[in-house]
């Protein structure tokens, strides 16, 4: 089974940067496309930014113009960098395979990584 990890979240100021790393298994992750997944307290999950296979990046509106997903194939690796944080960016942050999550109710989660921003 796939293992995720994500990494990276810290306290921050609003207006500050942050970039979120999540670390993937399998030989298959550079033919995925993937995205990263944010839970605030008391929400549901809600997607934030995707990336294909081959580079191509989508985003939540609430996100666009300040956060950037990038992916590093070679280290099997997708990274989210995060600009101008605001107070509602504060949540729970998630990377996934982006058909599987779509696909497959129950799948798997790794632990995600806090992000918390101050006001």
């Known amino acids: 089974q796939v293992q995720l990890v994500e990494s990276g979240g810290v306290l921050v100021q609003a207006g500050g940067s942050l970039t979120l790393p999540c670390a993937a298994s399998g030989s298959t992750f550079r033919f995925n496309s993937m995205g990263w997944y944010r839970q605030a307290p008391g929400k549901q999950r809600e997607f934030v930014a995707g990336i294909s296979s081959g580079g191509r990046t989508n985003y939540a509106d609430s996100v666009k113009g300040r956060f950037t997903i990038s992916r590093d194939n070679a280290k099997n690796t997708v990274y989210l960098q995060m600009n101008n944080l605001k107070p509602e960016d504060t949540a729970v942050y998630y990377c996934?395979?982006?058909?599987?999550?779509?696909?497959?109710?129950?799948?798997?989660w790794g632990q995600g990584t806090q992000v918390t921003v101050s006001s």
């Open positions: 996934n395979d982006i058909r599987r999550v779509a696909t497959t109710p129950g799948t798997y």
